[in-house]
């Protein structure tokens, strides 16, 4: 997927990802610092093959880009851009421990957390 095609259909595209639980998660870590799919398999605690599934289809969708040093694959968020809409649409709230789908709930539609979570 070109990053002209990204750009003109970016809010479409984070729709269709934020309505997959794992995705949005894996772009919470990615936005943190760049990722294995092992290092990312382990923090989800699914198999490896899944955390790759998914990032190929975020690759697919443009999100996230790929560096390969040898056998080893590091993932990261594919534009500065990208990651500033991405960090606005986390808002702090979404560090809520009260609903485990509840940063996607919030994030599609853009309503807030009522738990008492420090910030």
Do not use: W
């Amino acid at each position: 997927m070109s990053g002209e095609f990204l750009e003109g259909n970016l809010e479409g595209v984070l729709d269709r990802v934020f309505s997959s639980h794992p995705k949005v998660r894996i772009l919470r870590i990615l936005l943190q610092s760049p990722a294995t799919p092992r290092s990312i398999a382990i923090e989800l605690r699914v198999t490896q093959g899944t955390a790759s599934n998914h990032l190929a289809a975020l690759h697919g969708f443009g999100l996230v880009e790929s560096l390969v040093n040898g056998r080893r694959r590091l993932y990261s968020i594919s534009s500065p851009k990208l990651a500033a809409t991405l960090r606005a649409r986390f808002t702090p709230e979404d560090n809520c421990e009260q609903d485990p789908q509840s940063d996607v709930t919030r994030a599609r539609s853009s309503t807030r957390c009522t738990c008492a979570v420090a910030q």
